[in-house]
Structures are given as structure tokens and as C-alpha cells.
């Protein structure tokens, strides 16, 4: 039997809109938001599909440390992430975390008015 090849997935690849990288890091902060090695690595994924090299000089970072930072191994300062996200014309945003109780809470008050 002939062996199959698959070609190396990279979700850079299909980041092709603001909103393709806005829905790809909002799963991936609702997926491992509690992991900064694991968002480090999202944000490192978006860097290489708008041009890791452009975004250094964007955010004034060198391109070797930008990439560092943005790794698995890294840990971005909240800077660096602020930096990072005005270059991708990107909001770093908090909202409240809805638990299944504050869900159903919400949901009650909303039926009772």
C-alpha cells in the first residue's frame, strides 16, 4: 500500500482577516486562557500570518525577541502584549467570567423583567 503524505498544518495559513484572528484567539482564551505559554504561542501563530518581521517594527521590538516572547518557552510582559495587540489593530478586553451559576443567575433576571 502506497504511504500517504500530508503536508504540515499551520493555522497561520488561513489567518487571513482581522476577524479570522479575533475568533481564533477568542477560542483559544476560552480553550487554555489560564495557560500563558499557550496563548504566547497563539499570539505567536497570528505574528507569523501578518508577518512576524513587519510586526517587530510595528510594536519596536526586535524580530528575534518578539519571536522569543511569542513562543512556548516565552513570558510576554503585559507591555509587549499591549504592543502587540495595537499593531494587529487588535482591543485586549475584560469581561467578566460567566459560571454556570452567574449564567443561570443572569438568565432568571432577565426572564423575571
Known sequence: MAKEVFSRFDAADYLKTNEDIAAFLDAAMEEGGDDPEYIAVVLGTIARARNMSQLARDTGLSREGLSRA?????????????????????????????????????????AAS
Open 70 to 110: 511569542l513562543s512556548g518557552n516565552g513570558n510576554p510582559t503585559m507591555a509587549t502584549l499591549m504592543k502587540v495587540a495595537k499593531a494587529l489593530d487588535l482591543k485586549i478586553q475584560v469581561v467578566p467570567a460567566l459560571s454556570a451559576g452567574t449564567a443561570s443567575s443572569a438568565s432568571e433576571h432577565r
